[in-house]
């Protein structure tokens, strides 16, 4: 079993900053690919960013594409998303979420192939 706990949301302007944190219980075979998803209102949860534990391969959506940042801690057993350049479009519910490696072989951050997720975290950005 997973759990999984998101941090570091908050209410920032526009051009601000945040770095969201993922502590995990456990690193096992269903770890071995972390993500992590957004849902704002109105719209469908998106898959923001997925990091491959293996060499530490990373996946962005182009929406955030150089602009954030994923990586991991495993002394920490952490999952960081660095958030830059925020603008009201990034205000949502952010979640992490973990699955075995396989998770991370698709080409695109899907929320399909993920079975844990932590209960997110509040990030509101206001112009």
């Known amino acids: 079993h997973v759990q999984l706990v998101e941090s570091g949301g908050g209410s920032v302007q526009t051009g601000g900053s945040l770095r969201l944190s993922c502590v995990v219980s456990?690193?096992?075979?269903?770890?071995?690919?972390m993500a992590w998803f957004r849902r704002a209102p109105g719209k469908e949860r998106e898959g923001v960013a997925r990091?491959?534990?293996?060499?530490?391969?990373?996946h962005y959506a182009d929406s955030v594409k150089d602009r954030f940042s994923i990586s991991q801690d495993n002394a920490k057993k952490t999952v960081y998303l660095q958030m830059n350049s925020l603008n009201p479009d990034d205000t949502a519910m952010y979640y992490c979420?973990?699955?075995?490696?396989?998770?991370?072989?698709?080409?695109?951050?899907?929320?399909?192939?993920?079975?844990?997720w932590g209960q997110g975290t509040q990030v509101t950005v206001s112009s």
């Open positions: 979420a973990s699955d075995r490696a396989r998770a991370c072989l698709r080409g695109s951050i899907s929320n399909t192939e993920f079975g844990y």
């Open positions: 456990d690193y096992n075979e269903n770890t071995e690919c």
């Open positions: 990091i491959y534990s293996g060499g530490a391969a990373t």
